[in-house]
């Protein structure tokens, strides 16, 4: 692999804090009552610091900021620009860089937003999930309906012109028509991306524990996968083009750097649990908030993992990735990057993948068709 022939990368910052603990969460989330918040910051300012002119790191241009979480927006304005002015800073950019700010409807405000603003975010993302006070109370979110509609009218009083809002089907709860009022309200707000998830129920969570004892009324299979084809029918109709198995986006809005991702394209990621893909290497940070901005304090990287990978593995790794976008992977430039051709390394495996329909190849490209995006595991399952 030309591993390093192209020296673009995208930079993640993580915030591990929330103001609770949704009860379906499993993301690397902490309330911060329990946390130093104030040290965790410190601690991102000096990883930055250090990772900036670290060899390997510094032969990389970056194209997009992606301050996620959590919730990035329990910091006040002060803390949040001084972070992406450090970042823009220290690290060399492309012009115009993409850079995202998650956040949660209760924890925006108009003076937040113009502040994120003049600091260069140009994309905004809020945690929406539903439309409906009924649903939002199951989930456990801590906004209400009505939070989530000042928010999106204030982001645009501030002068975002690119908004993500993400939502989430297959709920407790929920049926057909509450999913449909959901979707039609967000398209009233005209965002120019939607990240829309069905809800998955995640190991060690309440909602696992909820459903061990039969008590989490989730619909059934046949209406949420009536509630997917409703959100291709409706979104479809709202202008909106699928990209990549759960993201939907106005033409030219796509998440650039989430594109990064999907294309196994090169990353440096900050702050507790995240996770680098930087020259080959995997590497993660330490998890628990608090350990990590001791280590980092104590002159320490703030890894807890480094992993080689192997050619073949980050060839799997770019395909299953890869297979979550809608128009899928190029055949050549997997061949100039790995020097490997799916159909020949995956052999038997992935023609009975095409002879089901669930994976299709042209003269040079290999995608999962719309059709079986529903099934789009399956396909992943094989070849990963
Ligand atoms: S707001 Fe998001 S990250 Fe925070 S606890 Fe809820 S689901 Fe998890």
């Given at each position: 692999m030309r591993q390093g022939a192209n020296n673009q990368a995208g930079l993640y910052i993580h915030i591990p804090f929330c103001l609770s603990k949704c009860p379906y969460c499993a993301f690397n989330s902490f309330t911060p009552a329990d946390q130093d918040t104030t040290a965790y910051l410190n601690a991102l300012h000096l990883q930055m610091c250090r990772l900036a002119t670290h060899p390997q790191v510094a032969k990389h241009v970056f194209s997009t900021?992606?301050?996620?979480?959590?919730?990035?927006t329990i910091y006040s304005a002060q803390q949040l620009t001084g972070l992406?002015?450090?970042?823009?800073?220290?690290?060399?950019?492309?012009?115009?860089?993409?850079?995202?700010?998650?956040?949660?409807?209760?924890?925006?405000?108009?003076?937040l937003l113009t502040s994120l603003r003049e600091a260069g975010v140009n994309r905004l993302s809020i945690g929406v999930q539903s439309f409906s006070d009924k649903l939002l109370v199951r989930l456990g979110r801590s906004h209400s309906v009505s939070q989530a509609e000042n928010a999106l009218e204030t982001a645009r009083k501030a002068g975002f012109t690119n908004l993500n809002i993400d939502l989430m089907y297959g709920l407790?709860?929920?049926?057909?028509e509450d999913w449909r009022q959901t979707l039609e309200t967000a398209c009233q707000y005209r965002p120019e991306h939607l990240a829309v998830y069905e809800l998955t129920v995640e190991e060690k969570?309440?909602?696992?524990?909820?459903?061990?004892?039969?008590?989490?009324?989730?619909?059934?299979?046949?209406?949420?996968?009536d509630m997917a084809e409703l959100t291709l029918r409706v979104l479809s109709g709202a202008g909106f083009v699928r990209y990549e198995i759960a993201n939907f986006t106005q033409p030219g809005k796509e998440c650039r750097h989430n594109i990064n991702y999907w294309q196994n394209g090169?990353?440096?990621?900050?702050?507790?649990?995240?996770?680098s893909y930087i020259m080959g290497s995997r590497i993660s940070n330490i998890c628990d908030p608090g350990s990590f901005a001791r280590h980092v304090k104590a002159d320490n990287d703030g890894f807890c993992s480094i992993e080689c990978l192997c050619r073949e593995k980050r060839f799997r790794e770019t395909v299953i990735m890869g297979?979550?976008?809608?128009?899928?992977?190029?055949?050549?430039?997997?061949?100039?990057r790995f020097d490997l051709d799916p159909r020949e390394y995956y052999g038997s495996s992935l023609?009975?993948?095409?002879?089901?329909?669930?994976?299709?190849?042209t003269d040079d490209n290999i995608y999962i068709p719309a059709r079986a995006i529903a099934v789009a595991n399956q396909a992943m399952k094989e070849l990963v």
């Open positions: 900021i992606f301050v996620g979480g959590g919730t990035p992406i002015s450090t970042a823009l800073n220290y690290f060399q950019f492309t012009p115009q860089p993409e850079i995202t700010v998650e956040s949660n409807p209760n924890s925006l405000n108009l003076e407790p709860g929920q049926d057909f969570t309440p909602f696992a524990e909820m459903a061990a004892g039969g008590i989490l009324d989730l619909p059934n299979e046949d209406v949420v996968a090169q990353y440096l990621g900050l702050g507790a649990g995240a996770v297979l979550r976008m809608t128009k899928g992977l190029s055949l050549v430039s997997l061949q100039e023609r009975r993948l095409q002879d089901n329909h669930l994976v299709e190849i």
